[in-house]
Each structure stands twice: as C-alpha cells, then as structure tokens.
C-alpha cells in the first residue's frame, strides 16, 4: 500500500497560483503511475493531470492544459501540481492518487491509492 498526503490548498484570487504537493509513504513510491483529481461541489471527481513513474510522460484535462503542470520528485516521494493562471472554475477539493496500472487512466475507478484531499478556493 501506499499513503498519500496532499498539503498547499487555498485561497487564492483568480490569476493566481498555487503548489500542490503531496507526500507518500510505504511501497515503492516511483513504482506507480501518478494522478491528479478535483471535485467541485455537487460534480463529479474529474481527471485534472496524470505523470507515468519516471516523470517521462505526461497528461492533462483540456481545461488545465497550458496552466498547470505536474511533476514529481521520486527521491522525495513527493508529487507536484504547479497551478497558474487560475480561475474560479478551478475551484474545488483536489486529490492525488496513485496507480498500479502502468500507464495514465482518466478514470477514477483505475486508481488505487487516494489522498484525503485538499481544497483550493478561488476568488473572482
């Protein structure tokens, strides 16, 4: 198993930034394939950016693509979401996840390891 902490929530005004990281413990954590995920109130959870194991291939919602960027750092077990250019719409509870299926998935139901979350907040 692993555990995952996601940490660098907020409150920011629209145009804004924000990091995202979070921080895993247990088994190997370069062994899976990394995800990021929001869910705004009253929608459902949605894929915002996946990275494969060595940081080599990366994917991300048509809506995030140009603004966000994701990364991670192997030694560190930590996992990165740089936010910029943020807008209200971006609003919502964010989760990492991990995967043990080899290559990014969109969907949810194919991670299997979730964080607890954490909210970013935008003002207009």
């Known amino acids: 198993q692993v555990q995952l902490v996601e940490s660098g929530g907020g409150l920011v005004q629209a145009g804004g930034s924000l990091r995202l990281s979070c921080a895993a413990s247990?088994?190997?954590?370069?062994?899976?394939?990394m995800g990021w995920f929001r869910q705004a109130p009253g929608k459902e959870r949605e894929f915002v950016a996946g990275?494969?194991?060595?940081?080599?291939?990366?994917a991300y919602a048509s809506d995030v693509k140009g603004r966000f960027t994701i990364s991670r750092d192997n030694a560190k077990s930590t996992l990165f979401l740089q936010m910029n250019s943020l807008k209200p719409d971006d609003a919502a509870v964010y989760y990492c996840?991990?995967?043990?299926?080899?290559?990014?998935?969109?969907?949810?139901?194919?991670?299997?390891?979730w964080g607890q979350g954490t909210q970013v907040t935008v003002s207009s």
């Open positions: 996840a991990a995967s043990r299926r080899g290559t990014i998935l969109l969907g949810q139901q194919d991670y299997d390891y």
């Open positions: 990275i494969t194991w060595s940081g080599g291939r990366t």
């Open positions: 247990g088994r190997t954590f370069s062994s899976y394939v």
